[in-house]
């Protein structure tokens, strides 16, 4: 609010804005006047254009837009042709271990050194500008456009677009590859998966020659009955190459021995697609260990009150009802994993998955039963 005396205020006498004489700034000033906004203090950044600090200047906010770019153009390089996959166990000489703090740094860089051009060309090249306004309502008249339209022009004129063509053009080189940045990693999308979202590591057929994967831990020890007391869990993977790594980061099965009373109330509640292949053996239930909301490990296991959980965003899933969830943004149960023992005495899992476990996807297949409940 202007703090001015109105008595000793004496009001401008209004400009004709169809004067063709009038100059940009002349208008400008004028569309401050009509909206109560006083030019307190005008000043430009170099008194005179085109000197030897002003080029420096320049230089120096492009070279910030330039850099900038190249480093958006490197992250885009490194996001494509970076060697990111693992094969076993990694040290910090390994290419794939720098993956992602290269693709932090180079990303961090470009948009730090493009805010830092951006703020520098304000605080070194557009002119000081002291205004004191006092609000007020309505609407916009042809002459209030033509004002705003003044407006817009002397912005493009204090900041020197025109006079300054090396600071658009560093822009316009450093802005492009940061929206590159910004839609390359959208081509990972474009991929066709095959069937990596809805075949597993327990797909004898792909996996095994036929025959029924067993179930093995994390150590590649064969899991029997006896390894698993009542109330208990442990995680099992298929028992083949790479079982138990990235490779299938789907397969991970938490194999729960269930008490015989609940046992006998998760067969009451089974699906039919479940009851049909005999999915539990005894007291024994698989449950797939990637929660259905965005994939981290539900392993925490309530026995007492027959839930599981998902520790990153609280889904809980109720392990006598098919693993239903039953709180948290999760909205499908748990995949069961068919599963028997082989004449040896092991774990084996009769089939794959009957549904893709993990967090859904745009054409994933769906069951009738996934609604039962």
Known sequence: MSAHNDSAHTEPESVDLSDPKLSRFEVYKEGLRRDDIEIIHYEPRFAKPGTKAEKRMERIVGGM??????????????????????????????????????????????????????????????????????????????????????????LVEDMGLRRRPFLVKAALLGAAPLGLAAVAPLGALLKDPGDMLTVTGWNAEKYNNGEPIRMMMRDGALVRPDMVSVGGQITVYPAIDHGATNQFPTAPVLLIHLRESDAAILRENLYPMYDEVDALWGNFVAYSKICTHVGCPTSLYEQQTQRLLCPCHQSQFNVVDNAAPIFGPATRHLPMLPMTVDDEGFFVATSDFLVPPGPAFWNRPSLPEEDEK
Not at 121 to 147: F, N, Y
């Open 65 to 154: 837009f330039l850099f900038s770019g190249l480093f958006a153009t490197a992250f885009v390089a490194a996001f494509i042709w970076w060697p990111w996959e693992y094969e076993g166990a990694a040290t910090w000489r390994d290419p794939q271990t720098w993956y992602t703090p290269v693709l932090g740094a180079t990303l961090g860089l470009s948009l730090l050194l493009f805010a830092a051009g951006v703020l520098t060309w304000a605080k070194k090249l557009l002119p000081i500008e002291e205004l004191v306004q006092d609000r007020h309502d309505g609407g916009s008249s042809t002459e209030d456009r033509r004002i705003a339209e003044a407006t817009v022009d002397g």
